[in-house]
């Protein structure tokens, strides 16, 4: 009996939701000692593992983050079906700028990889999922990707993705880049810009009138997967605010996610 609680109590642990910091030893270009400078990962173990995993970059214009409903709950949602996923808590502006979040993205893929054969983990099946500014940080990290931390696929909901006008979310801009970016840098983060053949299978999701990050973000990105031979898959609903995550409460969008899970089905990333 005491050998069944035990072995028991271990499976629980195991199963237990953990939060690990980026860097023990500090993160690169650090300006503090506080916790916003110090970003991590919280893992949320599925149950019952299918050995896919999604790595989640909450909203907030990269000066906050919308870590419940953009964070939490859509793990929580991924764990049901058996997707393991991690919320990434990345470092913010105006105190920090490019590069620190795409060091933060891609520092927490290749602990995930790492972590991956102890966790029911499939390495190669290993996405990014992004809202709104995450989307951003999560289209750089699918175009902008080093060795160990490309992402499998990448899931795009409501993404900035352009840093140009007429498009542009300036708040994000602004806190990603500073008051007086270049213009060669400018370019090279509107990710439309940046998608090439080896640019991760992507599903997108936007609604027309989103009134503060436009459309034609994921328009343009899409565009470009095609033009580049990426398989991608995108969704665009008429009626929606921005920030809605889930959509729990709209008759509408609430049904996206069950788009999410279709799409996942048709590439073999979860079982049929």
């Not at 990710?191 to 599903?203: D, G, I, L």
């Not at 898959?233 to 969008?253: K, N, T």
Request: proline share 8%; charged share 20%.
């Amino acid at each position: 009996m005491k050998f069944v609680f035990l072995t028991l109590f271990a499976s629980l642990a195991v199963l237990a939701q953990t939060t690990e910091l980026l860097y023990p030893d500090g993160a690169p270009g650090a300006v503090g000692a506080e916790d916003r400078d110090k970003p991590n990962l919280t893992f949320y173990p599925a149950q019952n593992p299918n050995g896919a995993a999604v790595l989640i970059c909450p909203g907030g214009g990269y000066g906050a983050l919308a870590v419940d409903h953009e964070g939490k709950q859509v793990a929580e949602w991924l764990n049901s079906f058996g997707v393991s996923a991690f919320v990434l808590r990345y470092r913010l502006g105006p105190r920090y700028h490019h590069p620190a979040m795409l060091d933060d993205a891609k520092q927490a893929m290749r602990m995930i990889r790492r972590r991956a054969p102890r966790a029911g983990i499939d390495p190669a099946k290993v996405g990014v999922m992004g809202f709104s500014a995450g989307g951003h940080l999560a289209s750089t990290l699918s175009t902008h990707f080093d060795e160990g931390a490309r992402p499998d696929f990448s899931i795009l909901c409501y993404p900035v993705i352009t840093l140009t006008a007429p498009y542009v979310h300036k708040g994000s801009s602004r806190n990603l880049l500073g008051p007086a970016p270049g213009i060669k840098l400018v370019l090279d983060l509107s990710n439309e810009r940046a998608v090439t053949s080896n640019t991760p299978p992507t599903f997108l999701f936007h609604t027309d009138n989103d009134a503060a990050v436009p459309v034609e973000n994921s328009v343009m990105y899409y565009t470009a997967l095609k033009a580049a031979g990426v398989p991608a898959e995108m969704h665009i609903y008429a009626e929606g605010r921005h920030g809605v995550g889930l959509a729990q409460s709209d008759p509408v969008l609430s049904s996206w996610p069950a788009r999410l899970k279709d799409w996942m089905k048709v590439r073999g990333i979860i079982p049929k």
